[in-house]
């Protein structure tokens, strides 16, 4: 008797342990996803949230930040995963200059993998989806200053520099690849007082309401197309390519080897949806989540 009770409890006991373990196990199974400042970098973890948690992990999100504090974020453990551009990481955080590589999709992303590897980031697998920058003008106005490409506004600003303002964010202002690496590379230089600093998402409405009338953007802003602009032909190629690809924390994904095919549905996304996912959210008002879910479901991705 006494040995069958000894054995019972022993029983037990190994099976609390054993159910002790799962709890710790399912808590530990925890990740921040990381996301810039701007709608797209709204929707893109957004997405990342409803699958992982459809597999089980619990997911918080840090967004509305920008590139030089999301990229910190990443190195220090305080975000296990970010949607990134190649072209962003090749220029603003890895310092590089070498136009062969970094207007070439496949040469960036390849230079940018190898390169955070050693950081301990790693990045899952490239995508078609390309959010470069772009400087947008109202239709009307570019067509009736005769302007369609970066050249013809370089131009026009040698001859009238105080004619045009340029409406910029923060970032565009500082980094490698923005408005002053473009005015060097270019040929040109907007005026200190012509140069007007504001908030993403303010920008795009002060080009319609002509306060402003250059502005910078993303090729996937889907208000381009609903509020009349037209973007500017970078016909020198000045901008990298900024491709889009999943980058998670290699002890993360030591951790959770399935967070690789759980993403995967989302780097099925085009340039164009990706458009029409932001104009859902920036121009039709839907909230972040019924943009994402909406995407998600319709192809079938969740149900």
């Known amino acids: 008797m006494k040995t069958f009770i000894k054995i019972t409890l022993s029983l037990f006991l190994v099976l609390a342990i054993m159910g002790f373990s799962g709890v710790s196990w399912a808590l530990d199974k925890k990740l921040v996803v990381g996301g810039k400042n701007f709608t797209e970098q709204y929707i893109l973890p957004e997405m990342a949230k409803i699958l992982l948690e459809k597999q089980g992990f619990e997911v918080a999100l840090k967004t509305g930040v920008g590139s030089t504090v999301l990229r910190q974020a990443m190195e220090n453990g305080e975000v296990d995963l970010c949607f990134e551009y190649t072209g962003s990481a090749y220029t603003l955080y890895l310092k590089q200059k070498d136009r062969a590589i970094m207007t070439d999709p496949e040469k960036v992303f390849h230079y940018v993998k190898e390169a955070d590897a050693k950081k301990g980031l790693i990045w899952l697998y490239p995508s078609g989806l390309n959010n470069n920058y772009t400087l947008i003008m109202l239709k009307t106005q570019a067509q009736k200053l005769n302007i369609s490409t970066v050249s013809d506004l370089a131009a026009f600003v ?146």
């Open 158 to 303: 040698k001859k009238k520099p105080k004619d045009l303002i340029f409406g910029v964010n923060e970032e565009f202002l500082i980094r490698p690849d923005g408005i002053k690496g473009l005015m060097r590379f270019y040929g040109f230089r907007v005026p200190t007082q012509n140069l007007k600093q504001m908030s993403t998402g303010l920008t795009c409405t002060a080009l319609k309401e002509e306060k402003i009338q250059v502005t910078v953007g993303f090729a996937t802003d889907g208000r381009i197309a609903a509020f009349h602009f037209v973007n500017l032909k970078d016909d020198k190629k000045f901008f990298p390519a900024y491709n889009v690809a999943p980058v998670v924390r290699k002890k993360i994904l030591d951790q959770y080897a399935e967070i690789r095919e759980i993403l995967k549905p989302i780097m099925q996304l085009t340039t164009e949806e990706m458009r029409e996912l932001n104009k859902a959210v920036d121009v039709d008002k839907q909230s972040i989540h019924q943009a994402a879910r909406g995407w998600l479901t319709s192809h079938g991705f969740i149900f």
